[in-house]
């Protein structure tokens, strides 16, 4: 007979790479929606789980999504078909589909969404950005990541065009503090609350995601090169992370991207 997966042994082993347990107080990572001992043969990975992501899922055949961001963020008080959640939702569970989701874990440990996003702007000598404190297993984690940026120092008007190239962005929002690009910090989502530690690591230019105005003013004051590449460019990184260390462990399931999930918005 051949060997089937469970979403249970799925859990555990995502739980063994990113322990949900270091997730921040206000996230709800973890195994959110479907039967731990459902069998599982299809795996669909996704930065986020949408209505259309659920029914690309259905179509695939796939029992199992696996996401950066939680479906369920904030507590329901009604499951039903008039929120775009209860929608979601719902079609999850007519389709018998489970749902795991790693979030701020899955940004803080090592070969995540930092470290994949250090590596996709060919940052070299990577070292972690704030250090949190050390995983079950003794691994140090932290949001985010310093690293030195290849070739010769440029502007930071062409290094935020190598950004938007090179995740694939609609568009960049920057700001120029004059100071050639050498050491480079990076934060993937909404992490500009941490110039500071950019700062406080030597890095002239900063690369993250959700940046408020106030923040581009504060950068310029303070000397630092800020590019906002965008929340999903900036995570959709690491899906092709999940890809590998899925197939890693359970070659005998099939794991698919998706192929519907995209960048939700365009710059004119």
Same mark, same amino acid.
């Given at each position: 007979?051949?060997?089937?997966?469970?979403?249970?042994?799925?859990? &555990?082993?995502?739980? +063994?790479?990113?322990?949900?347990?270091? &997730?921040?107080?206000?996230?709800?990572?973890?195994?959110?929606?479907?039967?731990?001992?459902?069998? *599982?043969?299809?795996?669909?990975?996704?930065?986020?789980?949408?209505?259309? #992501?659920?029914?690309?899922?259905?179509?695939?055949?796939? &029992?199992?999504?696996?996401? +950066? +961001?939680?479906?369920?963020?904030?507590?329901?008080?009604?499951?039903?078909?008039?929120?775009?959640?209860?929608?979601?939702?719902?079609?999850?569970?007519?389709? /018998?589909?489970?749902?795991?989701?790693?979030?701020? /874990?899955?940004?803080?440990?090592?070969?995540?969404?930092?470290?994949?996003?250090?590596?996709?702007?060919?940052?070299?000598?990577? $070292?972690?950005?704030?250090?949190?404190?050390?995983?079950?297993?003794?691994? =140090?984690?932290?949001?985010?990541?310093?690293?030195? !940026?290849?070739?010769?120092?440029?502007? %930071?008007?062409?290094?935020?065009?190598? #950004?938007?190239?090179?995740?694939?962005?609609?568009?960049?929002?920057?700001?120029?503090?004059?100071?050639? *690009?050498?050491?480079?910090? #990076?934060?993937?989502? %909404?992490?500009?609350?941490?110039?500071?530690?950019?700062?406080?690591?030597?890095?002239?230019?900063?690369?993250?995601?959700?940046?408020?105005? /106030?923040?581009?003013?504060?950068?310029? !004051?303070?000397?630092?090169?800020?590019?906002?590449?965008?929340?999903?460019?900036? $995570?959709?990184?690491?899906? =092709?992370?999940?890809? $590998?260390?899925?197939?890693?462990?359970?070659?005998?399931?099939?794991?698919? =991207?998706? &192929?519907?999930?995209?960048?939700?918005?365009?710059?004119?």
């Amino acid at each position: 007979m051949e060997y089937m997966a469970s979403v249970r042994e799925v859990v &555990q082993y995502l739980d +063994h790479l990113a322990p949900f347990s270091l &997730q921040m107080e206000f996230d709800n990572a973890g195994f959110l929606v479907g039967r731990g001992d459902r069998s *599982v043969s299809r795996i669909l990975v996704s930065l986020d789980i949408t209505e259309e #992501v659920a029914a690309e899922a259905g179509e695939l055949g796939a &029992q199992l999504i696996v996401s +950066h +961001h939680p479906v369920i963020f904030h507590p329901v008080k009604a499951l039903t078909d008039a929120t775009p959640e209860g929608r979601i939702l719902l079609g999850l569970a007519e389709r /018998n589909i489970a749902a795991i989701c790693a979030h701020t /874990n899955l940004d803080a440990v090592k070969g995540g969404v930092n470290d994949a996003l250090a590596w996709k702007l060919g940052l070299t000598q990577v $070292e972690q950005l704030r250090q949190e404190g050390l995983d079950p297993s003794g691994r =140090p984690y932290g949001i985010g990541r310093v690293g030195t !940026a290849a070739g010769t120092p440029c502007t %930071a008007a062409a290094f935020a065009a190598f #950004v938007k190239a090179a995740l694939g962005a609609n568009g960049v929002r920057y700001v120029d503090a004059c100071r050639p *690009v050498r050491r480079v910090a #990076v934060g993937g989502g %909404a992490c500009a609350d941490m110039m500071a530690d950019a700062l406080a690591q030597g890095c002239d230019t900063f690369v993250t995601a959700d940046v408020k105005y /106030n923040g581009f003013l504060d950068a310029k !004051a303070l000397g630092l090169n800020l590019i906002d590449a965008g929340h999903y460019p900036t $995570e959709q990184v690491v899906c =092709p992370v999940l890809v $590998e260390w899925l197939s890693k462990g359970f070659p005998d399931v099939e794991i698919f =991207p998706t &192929q519907r999930h995209k960048e939700v918005f365009s710059y004119l």
